[in-house]
Each structure stands twice: as C-alpha cells, then as structure tokens.
Nanobody, 125 residues
C-alpha cells in the first residue's frame, strides 16, 4: 500500500512559479514509478509528467515540456513538480500517482494503482 498526499498548490499570476510536493508513505516508495496528472473542470484527467524508480527516466506532456520539471527524493519519500512560466491553461487540480512498472504506458492513467487527493493550482491572467 502507498498513500500519497499532495501540497503546494495555490493561486499565482501568469508567468509565476509553484512547486508541488507529494509525500508518500510506505517502505517501497523507490520501487514505484511516480506521475503527476491534472484535471480542469469539465475536462478529462490529463498526463503531466512521470519519473522512473531511480529518477533516471522522465516523460513530459508536450504542453509542459520546458516549463515543468519532475523530480523525486527517495530518501524523503517525496515527489516534486517544479512549475515555471505558468499559464492560465495550467489551472487544474494536480494529483500524484504511483505505478508498479516503468514503460511508455505511464503517460496514461492505466498503470497507476495509487492516487492522491489532489491540490488546486489556479493561474490568473
């Protein structure tokens, strides 16, 4: 079992930055792929970024590439998402999730067994 709790969301002006954190429980944290997803009102959940067990592999959605950086600290059981140059269209509830393997399917929701409750990010224009 893995429990995930996000923090760091808030209200920011366009062009600003936020760093999201996802604290995980469980001694097997470093055996999971971790991902960030977001969901805006009335829209489907969207992949944002994913990172492999060791942190050596990453995937990013095209819409955030070059602006967002995913990272993890396995010693602290924590996942991060550094978000720079934020745009109003980044407004959404951001959730972290854990999957038991690493391959190209981690850009979809299918492999993820555990999900956090989410944190709201609002970008004003």
């Amino acid at each position: 079992q893995v429990q995930l709790v996000e923090s760091g969301g808030g209200l920011v002006q366009a062009g600003g930055s936020l760093r999201l954190s996802c604290a995980a429980s469980g001694r097997t944290f470093n055996t999971y792929t971790l991902g960030w997803f977001r969901q805006a009102p009335g829209k489907e959940r969207q992949f944002v970024a994913a990172i492999s067990f060791s942190g050596g592999g990453t995937y990013y959605a095209d819409s955030v590439k070059g602006r967002f950086t995913i990272s993890r600290d396995n010693a602290k059981n924590t996942l991060y998402l550094q978000m720079n140059s934020l745009k109003p269209e980044d407004t959404a509830v951001y959730s972290c999730a854990a999957a038991p393997f690493w391959n190209s399917r981690v850009v979809t929701t299918d492999p993820y067994d555990y999900w956090g409750q989410g944190t709201q990010v609002t970008v004003s224009s």
